[in-house]
């Protein structure tokens, strides 16, 4: 059952709006109250909302503005929808607005979304995790306006040679490029840059450490992206999954060997 003077965090998904999921899209079209990341979201998603609901573009609002709006919605016994794009675990900076709700006795919720990362894996038809090439995805951003730890920085994370997905790099992609070189990422390492990945406007750019900030660049992408590294975008060879290996046995079933 919905409950009323509550605040949800709903991770809208990607940007396509068949990407949301059924709870998040439930939620959407109960909300009395949507306060919305209009700077990021396709704006599509709102056509889930009911007639009469009150919309909110953050992207033009404080943190103040933001919470005093959930908080009054919330205490008039509304249900608030508060909408991220993509995942709002990935730099969604919920938790400072969690932190006020509460100090507000608000309840609140997290509804998880699909990431850009899901759907860039997606629509390149490349698995992140190949066995023999990654076991390991590295989520991280590049230092900007909010500040890294030094063992955070693309240098340090790169000399793991893992998948790497990079969130807020595009503005500086040179730098980028130049730190995972000091990291020790061959040039010839693939590297794939995925805009807006499942809108209608979704670009794809392929190539490998040594041409990939030019190729962006005569895309035209300034933003809005996110780059993927490593080896798993195309592998010269990997390892099968022990999962399906007929001779490997685990608790739903037993192997060939030991039948």
């Known amino acids: 059952m919905l409950v009323k003077g509550k605040v949800f965090f709903v991770g809208a998904g990607p940007g396509d709006p068949e990407l949301i999921t059924l709870k998040g899209k439930k939620l959407l079209e109960s909300a009395d109250v949507i306060v919305y ?31 005093k709006t959930m908080v009054d919605a919330a205490k008039e016994g509304k249900t608030v929808v508060r909408l991220h794009d993509g995942d709002p675990s990935f730099y969604g900076a919920i938790k400072e607005q969690m932190d006020h709700l509460k100090k507000e006795g608000v309840e609140y919720e997290v509804v998880p979304g699909v990431s850009s990362l899901q759907a860039a894996a997606a629509s390149l038809k490349r698995e992140l995790t190949l066995p023999g090439v990654s076991q390991t995805v590295i ?53 794939t840059v995925v805009y807006k990945a499942s809108w209608r406007e979704e670009k794809i750019v392929k190539g490998t450490l040594s041409d990939i900030a030019e190729k962006v660049r005569k895309a035209g992408i300034k933003s809005t992206a996110l780059i993927l590294v490593g080896e798993v975008l195309n592998p010269k060879s990997y390892g099968y999954s022990k999962l399906y290996d007929a001779g490997f046995t685990h608790s739903f079933r037993k192997g060939q060997k030991d039948v």
């Open 37 to 67: 990341a209009g700077s990021l979201l396709n704006p599509e998603i709102l056509k889930f909302s009911k007639q009469g609901a009150k919309l909110y573009d953050s992207a033009v609002m404080s943190l103040d503005e933001i919470i």
């Open 139 to 191: 989520i991280t951003r590049p230092e900007g306006r909010t500040p890294v730890t030094e063992a955070e920085n693309l240098a340090e994370l790169a000399k793991h040679k893992a998948t790497m997905a990079i969130f807020l790099g595009i503005p500086a992609i040179d730098t980028v490029v130049e730190k995972l070189r000091l990291g020790g990422y061959s040039e010839d390492t693939p590297v």
